[in-house]
């Protein structure tokens, strides 16, 4: 089945404790793109990548990293979590480009306390 | 970065009426998409528009590219219980962002019987 997998799909931490997010898709897609979903702000972009070994900045890249090492995985780390970091996180996968149909995985619940 | 303002930002409608929402930016954008996201789930992709003045429909749905390149439009017609949502235009390549997508607020639609 062709889908897009976010592990963990519920997380609460604290302050400045390093975590990943990961992100695995298995259809082969070259984009992949992190979002945060907040109440009021709609969907933000956090990152996103074109292919293997190339990542760029979204809309709101602050305190939030990348890598695609890998076609299929494109991991989202907080180095130092703060508490405005707390949102719904989305990772997305598409053919090419952000316009071909963005596969959404189920999303991850982060809270920083 | 780009920011794209959506209205109205909540409906309540009965069954059977049809529904208007629209989205503008500031800025000229290259491609508009149109995605819904049922509660829990993430957004999946309804219409994508690729050129100024283009209209498209998927079934009851259909939305138009602005002329301007600056707005869209998504209707609904004869609503039914599983419009029930929140529906998010985005627009890619804006100006210097050829591949990043930025998205709207959000409209939440909800049906009544």
């Known amino acids: 089945e062709a889908q897009v997998t976010q592990n963990p799909r519920y997380l609460i931490t604290v302050t400045g404790k390093k975590l990943t997010v990961t992100c695995s898709q298995n259809?082969?897609?070259?984009?992949m793109s992190w979002y945060r979903q907040d109440p009021g702000l709609g969907l933000r972009q956090i990152y996103y990548?074109?292919?293997?070994?190339?990542?760029d900045k979204g809309d709101v890249p602050e305190g939030y990293k990348v890598s695609r090492k890998e076609k299929r995985n494109f991991p989202l780390i907080l180095e130092s979590p703060s508490p405005n970091q707390t949102s719904l996180y989305f990772c997305?996968?598409?053919?090419?480009?952000?316009?071909?149909?963005?596969?959404f995985g189920p999303g991850t619940r982060l809270t920083v306390l | 970065g780009q920011q794209l303002n959506q209205s109205p930002q909540s409906m309540f409608i009965q069954e059977g009426e049809d529904v208007s929402m629209n989205c503008t930016s500031s800025?000229?954008?290259?491609?508009w998409l149109w995605y819904k996201q049922d509660p829990g789930e993430g957004p999946v992709l309804l219409i994508a528009?690729?050129?100024?003045?283009e209209l498209t429909s998927n079934g009851r749905l259909t939305a138009q590219f602005g002329i301007t390149r600056k707005d869209s439009f998504l209707n609904i017609s004869a609503s039914i219980p599983s419009d029930v949502g929140i529906y998010f235009c985005?627009?890619?390549?804006?100006?210097?962002?050829?591949?990043?997508?930025?998205f709207g607020t959000g409209t939440r639609l909800q049906v009544t019987l």
């Open positions: 997305a996968s598409s053919l090419a480009r952000p316009t071909d149909t963005q596969y």
């Open positions: 259809m082969n897609h070259e984009y």
């Open positions: 990548s074109m292919n293997v070994e190339v990542t």
């Open positions: 800025s000229i954008f290259n491609t």
């Open positions: 528009l690729y050129k100024a003045g």
């Open positions: 985005a627009g890619e390549g804006g100006t210097g962002t050829a591949s990043k997508l930025t």
